[in-house]
C-alpha cells in the first residue's frame, strides 16, 4: 500500500539550529508532495508543495523542501530554528491508485520543539 | 486560498448521541473533504464530498456512521452517528477549489470530539 514515512515523531532542536524533518514516500506514478504545519489547536497551513517543477521548492516562513527521486525523499530544512516553529509537522503525498483527485495520504506527523 | 470555519470548535457528548459538524468555506470550492485525526495519530479520509452528488466514502467509513450534505459550494456537514469512546477525534474539514490533483487542499481549523 502507498505509504508516507515520517522518521521521527519527536524532533528537538535549539533555537539557531539547523531544522531536518525527514519524509519518505512511495508512489507508483510521479507525485505531488505537499509539507503541512498544525500550531496546537489550530487546522492544518500548507507549508510547501512540490507539483513537478523544480526539485528545491521554497515555502513560508523560512522552510525549504528537496525532492529527491531516487531516494523517495522530500525532507523538510530550515537553516535556523525559531521558537515560534515549534509545532507539528505533516508530509503528504498524492495518492497513485486513481482514486478521488486531490485525495491525499498523510505521515504520522513529526513534533518539533524548539529549546530557548 | 480559502478560509475555511468549522462549527462547534469542540463538543462532548454522551455514547449514543449523534453530532453534526459544519463547514463553510469563504469562497466555492468544488471539492470538500472530511478528515478524522485521531489522538497520536495521522490524518485519515473519512469521505469526498461534491456538490450534486452522494459523497463518497474511505474503506472502514459508511454512510449510516458517517452521513454527509454538501448542499452547495461552500458548505458541508459531517454527521457522526450513535457515537462512541472510539469516535473521540479530531474531525477536519478540507477543500480544494478545483479538481486539479495539483490544487493545495486548505484545511479548517478542526472540531474536536470527546464521547464519553
Known amino acids: 500500500a502507498q505509504s508516507v514515512t515520517q522518521l521521527g515523531s519527536h524532533v528537538s532542536v535549539s533555537e539557531g539550529a539547523l531544522v531536518l524533518l525527514r519524509c519518505n514516500y512511495s508512489s507508483s506514478v510521479p507525485p505531488y508532495l505537499f509539507w503541512y504545519v498544525q500550531y496546537p489547536n489550530q487546522g492544518l497551513q500548507l507549508l510547501l508543495k512540490y507539483t513537478s517543477a523544480a526539485t528545491l521548492v521554497k515555502g513560508i516562513n523560512g522552510f525549504e523542501a528537496e525532492f529527491k527521486k531516487s531516494e523517495t525523499s522530500f525532507h523538510l530544512t530550515k537553516p535556523s530554528a525559531h521558537m515560534s516553529d515549534a509545532a507539528e509537522y505533516f508530509c503528504?503525498?498524492?495518492?497513485?491508485?486513481?482514486?478521488?483527485?486531490?485525495?491525499?495520504?498523510f505521515g504520522k506527523g513529526t513534533k518539533l520543539s524548539v529549546k530557548p | 486560498s480559502a478560509v475555511i470555519s468549522q462549527k462547534p470548535s469542540r463538543d462532548i457528548c454522551q455514547r449514543g448521541t449523534s453530532l453534526t459538524i459544519q463547514c463553510q468555506v469563504d469562497s466555492q470550492v468544488t471539492m470538500m473533504f472530511w478528515y478524522r485525526q485521531q489522538p497520536g495519530q495521522s490524518l485519515t479520509l473519512i469521505a469526498t464530498a461534491n456538490q450534486g452528488s452522494e459523497a463518497t466514502y474511505e474503506s472502514g467509513f459508511v454512510i449510516d456512521k458517517f452521513p454527509i450534505s454538501r448542499p452547495n459550494l461552500t458548505f458541508s456537514t459531517l454527521t457522526v452517528s450513535n457515537m462512541s469512546p472510539e469516535d473521540s477525534s479530531i474531525y477536519l474539514c478540507?477543500?480544494?477549489?478545483?479538481?486539479?490533483?495539483?490544487?493545495?487542499?486548505?484545511f479548517g481549523p478542526g472540531t474536536r470530539l470527546l464521547v464519553l
Open positions: 503528504a503525498v498524492t495518492r497513485d491508485d486513481g482514486g478521488s483527485q486531490g485525495n491525499l495520504i
Open positions: 478540507s477543500v480544494q477549489k478545483t479538481a486539479n490533483i495539483q490544487e493545495t487542499q486548505y
